[in-house]
């Protein structure tokens, strides 16, 4: 017996913290029609171009981090900031979420939020997953932050709660914590 349509877009979008994409759609055999007929009944809500949340699934504290890797198709990876929080290593409040995508990738007019995307390849070794969610490791977050101008004194805290946690080894806390000493040395 089929799965209901609606039945199918709630375990895909449980997977993704409530947001499901046309493309998740017609990756589960279910035609973006019938997301915008769902809209319409008030079964989905229509957040951006493509996106769409199921208002039956709670949402969470790191809501607009979802919508966010939603709305870029799924080709950009949490950072900078935004990922130091993702990480929990961080008290930083940013005002935007920032995305690092491809060179290539231009991601849809906005939805609601406001969103910074930082273009760059990525090695698959500087991305992994975090509440199902993708971002950037702990060391290049820290080392984006840096060049972003991130408080010198936000990312040392974020090295000492990286490194009694596991998620960054001795040498690349010391090779970090360099790198934010050489840019506080007077020119």
Not at 37 to 45: D, I, V
Not at 104 to 113: E, F, I, L, T, V
Request: charged share 25%; hydrophobic share 40%; proline share 7%.
């Amino acid at each position: 017996m089929k799965q209901p349509i609606f039945d199918t877009l709630v375990e895909r979008a449980s997977d993704h913290h409530g947001y499901v994409t046309t493309l998740q759609a017609r990756e589960a055999g279910i035609d973006p029609t019938q997301l915008r007929l769902l809209a319409g009944r008030g079964r989905l809500e229509h957040v951006a171009r493509g996106v769409y949340r199921v208002p039956v699934l709670p949402r969470s504290e790191i809501d607009d981090l979802a919508f966010a890797v939603a709305w870029a198709r799924g080709r950009a990876v949490l950072s900078h900031e935004s990922a130091l929080v993702l990480h929990g290593l961080s008290d930083v409040n940013p005002s935007v979420v920032h995305l690092t995508a491809p060179p290539d990738n231009y991601p849809r007019a906005q939805g609601s939020g406001p969103v910074r995307v930082h273009r760059r390849d990525l090695p698959t070794a500087d991305v992994t997953m975090v509440d199902g969610l993708p971002v950037t490791t702990v060391a290049r977050t820290i080392e984006d932050c840096h060049e972003l101008g991130t408080d010198p004194a936000q990312l040392r805290w974020a090295i000492r709660q990286a490194r009694q946690s596991g998620q960054l080894m001795a040498s690349q806390a010391a090779n970090l914590e360099k790198l934010i000493d050489h840019r506080e040395e007077p020119i």
